[in-house]
T-cell receptor, first 113, second 113 residues
Framework: QKEVEQNSGPLSVPEGAIASLNCTYS??????FFWYRQYSGKSPELIMS????GDKEDGRFTAQLNKASQYVSLLIRDSQPSDSATYLC?????????????FGKGTLLTVNP | DAGVIQSPRHEVTEMGQEVTLRCKPI?????LFWYRQTMMRGLELLIY????????DSGMPEDRFSAKMPNASFSTLKIQPSEPRDSAVYFC???????????FGPGTRLLVL
């Protein structure tokens, strides 16, 4: 089993729809979870971080964490063409003073006008 | 703040040559990470420094790769000798221990012919 797994996509949604991106991880001891957005040819940029079970909202973005199911998701409401990018899920396996992140391979999202 | 600075942005070299990639982390950040990104393998952590000390180099592919951090504001990743399979985008990222959030530089696109 891969440490951090994402559907590679592409995920295609119409403008204005909700895009749902999913990620599973293998290490039950994982403590911190991050979503990064990467535009083609650019570097990853942080969108959301989540540390506790439940939902965390920031504008059009909502991160959801379920540690029992080892599952983290990102919802993008009112999707815009500018949201078209690859979304990377990252997990801090060890927590504590070790800030090493393990990344999934990413899901390519396309928002169609 | 200028963000994480990397140089060069692009590097084309011939097999067997030495390649040196440079990184200046965000001022005040005490953790620095070197990643490699390819289509096949995604974003892989090569090495991670905390307070200028290498903490985890388990991702360094082989002895041809070496990394140093002589002070808090500078790090290098060296490949000697380079091989075509080293062609990738190499990212440097930095973070504050207390947040775990990593901020990425623009990357160095390396092509080894």
């Amino acid at each position: 089993q891969k440490e951090v797994e994402q559907n590679s996509g592409p995920l295609s949604v119409p403008e204005g729809a909700i895009a749902s991106l999913n990620c599973t991880y293998s290490d039950r001891g994982s403590q911190s979870f991050f979503w990064y957005r990467q535009y083609s040819g650019k570097s990853p940029e942080l969108i959301m971080s989540i540390y506790s079970n439940g939902d965390k909202e920031d504008g059009r973005f909502t991160a959801q964490l379920n540690k029992a199911s080892q599952y983290v998701s990102l919802l993008i409401r009112d999707s815009q063409p500018s949201d078209s990018a690859t979304y990377l899920c990252a997990v801090n396996k060890s927590g504590g003073s070790n800030y090493k992140l393990t990344f999934g391979k990413g899901t390519l999202l396309t928002v169609n006008p | 703040d200028a963000g994480v600075i990397q140089s060069p942005r692009h590097e084309v070299t011939e097999m067997g040559q030495e390649v040196t990639l440079r990184c200046k982390p965000i001022s005040g950040h005490n953790s620095l990470f070197w990643y490699r990104q390819t289509m096949m393998r995604g974003l892989e952590l090569l090495i991670y420094f905390n307070n200028n000390v290498p903490i985890d180099d388990s991702g360094m592919p082989e002895d041809r790769f070496s990394a140093k951090m002589p002070n808090a504001s500078f790090s290098t990743l060296k490949i000697q000798p380079s091989e075509p399979r080293d062609s990738a985008v190499y990212f440097c990222a930095s973070s504050l221990d207390s947040s775990g959030t990593q901020y990425f530089g623009p990357g160095t696109r390396l092509l080894v012919l």
